[in-house]
């Protein structure tokens, strides 16, 4: 009876070990998870409405362009480098916050924007995806709608906004280093529409798993 009841803390202990080393394990694999493959993304601001709403969370791919190793400025090697039309999510250059863009350039493309429309090596891009807002600015005023030509730097790309008119990117700051990417924007998991409150939430169901393009 004694070896019993001598048993049954031995046993407690053992399971509560148990427990503890998997859920240790289990929170190793999530940062590890997190920091080289995918990571959640919460969009903060209207610069890529209407591809992207303010409310949108969604899942970025890190694998993708190699992921940043911590401490140090090395890198997993790429599946492949970052291309035009890729919506990446960003470390900004101004101030290390996490921004999300559009790649519309990359190193050794002639950009300029005439009038609002963009020109890659002197060809006018088709972007349906595209939002303007009503009136021009003259040439001169500022970047906003009259930019370049200017040629994209080695180990850069250039990162614009969808909702051209309200987007801080590239015109403003320069190009974006790669080193700074993060990752590729792969699909919404959740969507709220902030504007109307958080409770009761209204959710916008339509958007919760497209793909993002």
Known sequence: ???????????RREGFRSYVNSFGLAILLALVFRQFVIQAFRIPSQSMEDTLLVGDFLFVNKFLYGAKLPFVDTRLPRVRPPERGDIIVFESPQDGRDFIKRCVAVAGDTIEVRAKVLYVNGDPQIEPFVKHLPGLRPPGSDVRDYFGPAVVPAGNVFMMGDNRENSHDSRYWGALPVRLVKGKAMF?????????GFFPPHIRWRRLGDIIR
Request: glycine content about 0%; charged content about 35%.
């Open 1 to 11: 009876m004694s070896e019993k009841k001598s048993l049954a803390p031995r046993r």
């Open 188 to 196: 919404i998991y959740f969507s709220i529409d902030t504007q109307r």
